[in-house]
C-alpha cells in the first residue's frame, strides 16, 4: 500500500469521535490499526472488538510490536489536535521518523477518492450530514460517511460501503480542518462566530469559509441568513420560509411530529414529515433533502427516510418520558444552539416549565460568548448551571460559572457542581428538563434518566 493507503496506522487520540471513525475506515480496508486515549468508553469498546487495540498508558513499549517493529516510514500515525505536542507517544514516533498527519490530512486523503459531499457549519453540520447519508443510504444510493456524532438509526459514527460512490464528510472549522478537504458539493448551515481562540476576529472565521466554498466545485448549499458572504453561480440559498429558492413551507406540529413541504424552486413536495424534533432540525432536513435528491434518491424513498429518521445522539434526544416529566440531552454548546433547543422545547411542550441544566465548554467560549450565553440561558424557567468544562484549556482568571451566572437575567437560578447534580434534582419537581452542554455533562445523563424513570 502507498500512505495513501496505509497498511499500519496509529491513533494518537482514538476513542474522538473523528478519529475512531477513520481508524474504522482503515481497518474495514483490510490495515492494521491501533491507538491510544486517555480512558475507556463506549466507543472504544466497539473499537477493540473490531479488532483495533488500544492502549490507556503514553508508555511506548505499550504500543503493539507489530507497530515498533516495522519500518518507521511504515506507520503512519494520525493526531488530534486535542492531542499537546509533548506527549510521549508522539515524540517516540517523531524520533523514529514515521510519518505524522493531522486528523484532518487523512480526512483530506479519503475525499480525493470519490465525489465528496462536505456539511459544514458552527451548528447543524453533524445533524446534516447524519440526515443526508442516512437518506442517501434508505435512497439506495451507496456512501461512506463520516460523522461528528453516533446516529440513532446505525448507533454509529461511520458508514462504510465497499461498493460507495460518494463520500459524506462532517467539516469541522476547528483548527481551519475543513480546508485540508476536497469536496464536489457542499453545505454551509450556518456561521456564528466560534472558535475565536484559533480565528482572532470573527471576519477571519467568514474568510476561511470562503476558502472552504471556493472548495467545492460543484453546488454550494448555504443558510439564507450567511449566502451574503458567497458569491458565484453554484451558490443557493435555503432556508425554513422566507424568499429562498429552496425551503421548508407549511411548517406545523400534528401529533408531536413536524411536517412540512419542500419546495425546491417550481418543484413541491407535500407533506414530509421528519422523524425527529425540534424546528431547527426541519431546517436540516430542507438541507440534507435538497442534496440527496440532486444525488439521485428517488421521492418516495426521500419520503420514507425522513419519517424513519431517529437523529443523532445527544442531539434534542429524548432520554426518559413519564407521566411526570421530559429529559432530553442535546449537544448544545453555543449561544444559538441553546436558542435553538429551548425553542423547540417550548414549541414542543406549549405552556411547561423548562429547567436547563448547563455545563459551559472552554473559557475562551465563555469569555468570549458570555453575553450571548446570558441572553439565551435567560429563556428557561430555571437555570442549574454547572462549573466550565476545560477540554484542552487552561482556565482563564475571572471567567467562572459563578461570573457567567451572575450575568443571566434569571430569577430562578443555581450553581452546582456535577458531583451535587443528582442529589439536587431528587429535591425538585421537573417538568421538561434539557440537559445541555458539550463536555462530559453526558456521564450524568443515564443517571438523571433513570431517577426520573423511577419516580
Not at 411547561?352 to 424557567?381: C, K, M, V, W, Y
Amino acid at each position: 500500500m502507498t500512505m495513501e493507503r496505509p497498511d499500519l496506522l496509529y491513533f494518537i487520540g482514538i476513542g474522538g469521535i473523528g478519529m475512531s471513525g477513520l481508524a474504522r475506515y482503515y481497518r474495514r480496508r483490510g490495515a492494521a490499526v491501533a491507538g491510544y486515549d486517555r480512558t475507556p468508553s463506549e466507543l472504544i469498546g466497539q473499537l477493540r472488538m473490531e479488532g483495533i487495540e488500544v492502549q490507556f498508558t503514553e508508555d511506548p513499549r505499550a504500543i503493539p510490536a507489530e507497530f515498533r517493529d516495522a519500518i518507521p516510514g511504515s506507520v503512519l500515525v494520525v493526531r488530534t489536535p486535542a492531542v499537546p505536542l509533548d506527549s510521549p507517544l508522539l515524540r517516540y514516533w517523531e524520533e523514529r521518523g514515521a510519518r505524522i498527519l493531522k486528523r484532518s490530512e487523512v480526512l483530506g486523503l479519503i475525499t480525493q477518492d470519490r465525489r465528496t459531499i462536505a456539511v459544514a457549519g458552527t451548528h447543524g453540520k453533524t445533524t446534516v450530514s447524519t440526515m443526508l447519508a442516512h437518506l442517501l443510504t434508505a435512497g439506495g444510493v451507496r456512501c461512506n460517511a463520516f460523522l461528528g456524532g453516533i446516529s440513532a438509526n446505525y448507533d454509529t459514527n461511520v458508514l462504510l460501503d465497499d461498493g460507495a460512490v460518494v463520500n459524506v464528510v462532517e467539516a469541522d472549522e476547528y483548527d481551519r480542518s475543513f480546508l485540508r478537504l476536497s469536496p464536489s458539493e457542499a453545505i454551509i448551515t450556518a456561521m456564528d462566530p466560534d472558535h475565536l481562540d484559533i480565528y482572532g476576529t470573527a471576519e477571519a472565521m467568514y474568510a476561511a469559509y470562503a476558502e472552504f466554498a471556493a472548495l467545492c466545485t460543484g453546488k454550494l448549499l448555504v443558510h439564507e441568513r450567511v449566502i451574503g458572504r458567497f458569491g458565484g453561480p453554484n451558490a443557493v440559498p435555503y432556508a425554513i420560509d422566507g424568499d429562498a429558492g429552496v425551503k421548508a413551507a407549511n411548517v406545523r406540529v400534528e401529533g408531536g411530529a413536524y411536517h412540512f413541504d419542500l419546495v425546491l424552486g417550481e418543484r413541491t413536495l407535500k407533506d414530509l414529515t421528519l422523524g425527529m424534533p425540534g424546528r431547527h432540525n426541519v431546517e436540516n432536513a430542507v438541507a440534507a433533502s435538497a442534496m440527496a435528491l440532486d444525488l439521485g434518491v428517488p421521492e418516495d424513498r426521500l419520503r420514507k427516510g425522513l419519517a424513519g429518521f431517529q437523529g443523532v445522539r445527544r442531539r434534542f434526544e429524548v432520554r426518559a418520558r413519564t407521566a411526570k416529566s421530559v429529559f432530553i440531552d442535546d449537544y448544545a454548546h453555543h449561544p444559538a444552539e441553546l436558542d435553538a433547543c429551548i425553542r423547540s422545547a417550548r414549541e414542543l411542550h406549549p405552556g411547561r416549565r423548562i429547567t436547563g441544566i448547563f455545563q459551559p465548554h472552554l473559557f475562551t467560549r465563555t469569555r468570549d460568548l458570555a453575553a450571548g450565553f446570558a441572553e439565551s440561558l435567560a429563556q428557561l424557567d430555571e437555570l442549574i448551571l454547572l462549573d466550565i468544562y476545560p477540554a484542552r484549556e487552561q482556565p482563564l482568571p475571572g471567567i467562572t460559572s459563578a461570573w457567567l451566572l451572575e450575568q443571566v437575567p434569571l430569577k430562578n437560578k443555581t450553581l452546582c457542581t456535577k458531583q451535587a447534580l443528582v442529589p439536587l434534582l431528587r429535591t425538585r419537581d421537573v417538568d421538561i428538563l434539557l440537559a445541555l452542554g458539550a463536555g462530559d455533562i453526558d456521564r450524568e445523563v443515564p443517571v438523571i434518566a433513570a431517577m426520573l424513570n423511577e419516580r
